[in-house]
């Protein structure tokens, strides 16, 4: 496990309204080699939350070989359900987060767990706004995807909830040269 690549990525996801047109932002830095490489894209409706994990699903995605990963991101909604164990018990009880709610975003934290079970993965939670170069560098990516046209639709948000049963959002993200 010790020669793996050490990989930093850095996530944002941004709405414009909540719901609306929602763009993620994603920067990969490779601890090995320096490198670094800027990933965005977005969808005409979708929620800020969604958008928060489609950045680090897409982030984990773009890796080729199996990975040590450090993903931040300024999301809680995301750092805490993976680090505090929150999305492990809502899918051991039938994707439920109590007896009364469902949990929502199902399509994303299967195909989340999925990708994370090919890496060694960590969240760390940054603070947003507050002048983190790779944060703010993340948001802006997001924001200008929200904003930008011909966006994808998401094809696992549904108003209020998110079916179990739903297709994954899959619209490959923009490269940005850096």
Known sequence: MDNMPVVMIYTDGACVGNPGPGGYGVILVSQSSNRRRELSGGFRMTTNNRMEMMAAIVGLEALQLRCRVTIYSDSKYLVDSIELGWVHKWKSNGWRRNAKESAV??????????????????????????????????????????????????????????????????????????
């Not at 999925?114 to 706004?129: C, L």
């Not at 011909?150 to 923009?174: C, F, H, I, M, Q």
């Open 105 to 178: 975003n199902v399509d994303l934290w299967e195909r989340l767990l999925d990708i994370r079970s090919q890496h060694v993965v960590d969240f760390e939670w940054v603070k947003g706004h507050s002048g983190h170069p790779e944060n703010d560098r993340c948001d802006e990516l997001a924001e200008s995807a929200a904003r930008s046209g011909g966006l994808a639709e998401d094809t696992g948000y549904v108003p209020s909830r998110v079916r179990a049963d739903s297709s994954n959002t899959t619209a490959r993200p923009k490269v940005v040269a850096t």
